[in-house]
């Protein structure tokens, strides 16, 4: 049990630490005078990375450490506040990653008055961590090691109750694969939303922590500065979000983009030969929906509680089984066209694997584009990627290399075309089409990752105007991200001022700022991100992968004409 427990209720949630070589649990009370005060989400993960762990130590060795963390704002009544933040040094990137995870999880660790959760050091043997009405122990994990998320998540459900959430690894995490992910309970009890992006598996893994459980209070140890004020700001915004994004998203969900994507040449095809599939109507939203309907599955689902765009599905086989929930965008492209795989089950079914397994689906997406421009598999064999990832749970050797990550995976193989930036898979947007993204991927302390500052709505193939969009997007999807509210309710300025006056409902004037100041201290947290990777001898602006360079797309003339020069000022305004 933890030391110096106090379980009142706070409006500042408390910061819990596990030493778990020592086994000793430690509660920090973020109060007004407290440093870590301003810091939620992303933001507190990144800090304290930043300013805790040495830039240059092995990410899976004892020095690294493991945060998982809560918004300023998730388990409010704000739309969309369900989300959390998983951080540390990453194995794939071997810079400061956060990974963004929604799910019935972080709202509950929010219930429990926790705003975040450290790990340090390493345990002597496997554990899991519970809490429970704001207190938190650690348990013996050997009943739960060398089950996948899937049987992990069944046992738990069990052994806690059908109302607890989890952040939990599969085995991928256990044998510290770089592409590993963490694995967190849907609001139908599934392992299926995952901070998937940086090996965020791995190091929960390194730290023998197979899973975190988290139950609900018996009753809410939130607390408001001013919940009716609250309620006064949040209310019409939920509404308004409802009504305007949940009719575009909520019957096709991420899904529906595939078409727009294939129109602007922006869906990976054949490992980025290409920006458009021919096959892209047999894997588009569409498509997807009529399978859903075909097969009784669901659409319109909530991801995490309070969500009001309620764009997850769920999708069966033909007997009526669960295959996967939720089938996203990215996904659909690494695993379809990536592959040149037009089949939506078979998709779905790779998706199953890596949830369960706990491997990121755009890094293996990636990895298997590779394989088969390796020539081990031929393009399009769905079945022959199906069985490979299929491999991994016998320890097959070449199955086994899926876990590498896309870059080392191709040093391994020997192919050319390895598309990546700071060693990471890109999600599944051509980067020579999309080149807002793109000018995100390059200067982004994270590397290839969209969630980092989306701005996929921008399809011009011309250059100019694209580093300020993504400027301001990071900038603004860093303040979503540090309130655990999901970025699509669409990160902009004068949604930076409705969080700001519900900062203040919440929190009183301790954290009130307005919106030119929260810009600044997100300009802040990037600096802070990028110093970091710098100190771990990682560049702050990269480049294309040189096959990008080189090639325009087969298609049509696109390439890439972006200005190295003008790159190198990203960080000019910033500092």
């Known amino acids: 049990m933890e030391n110096n427990a106090d379980n ?34 992303k933001a507190l993960s990144s800090k304290i990375i930043a300013d805790e762990v040495p830039p240059t130590c092995d990410p899976l060795g004892n020095e690294n450490k493991f945060v998982i963390t809560t918004g300023f704002l998730t388990g409010t009544p704000a739309p969309n506040s369900g989300r959390g933040s ?46 429970q009405d704001g207190a938190v122990e650690i348990l013996d994990g050997a009943p739960y090691v060398g089950l996948n998320n899937y049987a992990l998540t069944e046992k738990l459900l069990e052994d806690f109750g059908s109302k607890m959430g989890a952040f939990s690894i599969g085995m991928g995490g256990e044998l510290l694969f770089g592409n590993s992910t963490v694995g967190c309970t849907d609001m139908e009890g599934y392992p299926s939303r995952h901070a998937g992006r940086g090996g965020m598996g791995a190091v929960m893994g390194s730290k023998k922590v197979k899973a975190i459980v988290v139950i609900p209070p018996k009753h809410s140890l939130m ?39 294939n129109e602007s040449h922006g869906l990976p095809t054949q490992n980025y030969r290409r920006g458009q599939y021919e096959d892209a109507e047999k894997i588009s939203g569409e498509a997807l929906h009529d399978l859903i309907l075909k097969n009784n599955g669901k659409f319109g689902l909530a991801c995490s509680p309070g969500c009001a765009i309620q764009c997850s599905n769920m999708v069966m086989d033909e007997a009526g089984n669960h295959v996967t929930s939720s089938l996203e965008y990215e996904t659909i492209g690494l695993l379809g066209s990536n592959i040149l795989n037009n089949d939506l089950l078979k998709i779905s079914r790779l998706d199953h694997l890596c ?27 769905a079945d022959s990627a199906i069985r490979l990832v299929e ?37 599944s947007y051509e980067p020579r089409a999309l080149k807002a993204p793109a000018v995100t991927f390059l200067t982004s302390p994270m590397g290839a990752d969209h969630t980092a500052g989306d701005v996929t709505g921008d399809h011009a193939h011309l250059p100019e105007g694209k580093l300020a969009l993504s400027k301001e997007r990071q900038l603004t999807t860093y303040l979503v991200d540090s ?7 669409g990160p902009s300025l004068e949604l930076t001022d409705t969080m700001a006056h519900l900062m203040k409902a919440r929190y009183g004037d301790a954290l009130y700022q307005d919106v030119n100041s929260w810009l600044k ?4 947290c990037l600096v802070m991100e990028r110093d970091f990777n710098t100190a771990a001898g990682l560049s702050p602006v990269d480049t294309l992968p040189q096959f990008m360079l080189d090639e325009k797309l087969e298609e049509a003339p696109i390439g890439w004409d972006f200005s190295q020069q003008e790159l190198e000022t990203y960080w000019e305004d910033l500092e």
């Open 483 to 489: 309130m655990g509210i999901c970025y699509f309710v």
């Open 86 to 131: 998983v951080g540390a040094k990453s194995p794939l990137t071997l810079g400061i990653k956060e990974s963004n995870v929604g799910g019935r999880t972080p709202v509950l660790m929010m219930r429990n008055n926790l705003r975040g959760l450290v790990l340090e050091n390493q345990a002597k043997e496997w554990v899991i961590i519970k809490i």
């Open 223 to 261: 607390e408001f500065a001013n919940r009716d004020a609250f309620l006064e700001k949040s209310r019409p915004w939920f509404k308004a979000l409802n009504i305007a994004q949940k009719e575009a998203k909520h019957v096709f969900g991420t899904p529906g983009c595939v078409m727009a994507m």
């Open 391 to 427: 491999g991994m749970y016998q320890n097959n050797p070449e199955s086994m290399q899926l876990g590498l990550g896309v870059y080392e995976l191709g040093k391994a193989l020997k192919v050319d075309r390895i598309p990546h930036v700071k060693r990471q898979a890109f999600p």
């Open 355 to 381: 949830d369960d397994l706990g491997i990121d689906t755009i890094e293996t997406g990636s990895c298997l584009g590779l394989f088969m421009e390796a020539g081990i598999i031929e393009w399009g064999d």
């Open 8 to 41: 009142s209720p706070n409006i500042f949630p408390n910061l819990v630490r596990i030493d778990l070589a020592q086994k000793k649990i430690t509660r920090e009370r973020i109060t007004e005078s407290h440093p870590l005060r301003f810091y939620a989400g």
């Open 521 to 524: 201290w997100a300009a802040k």
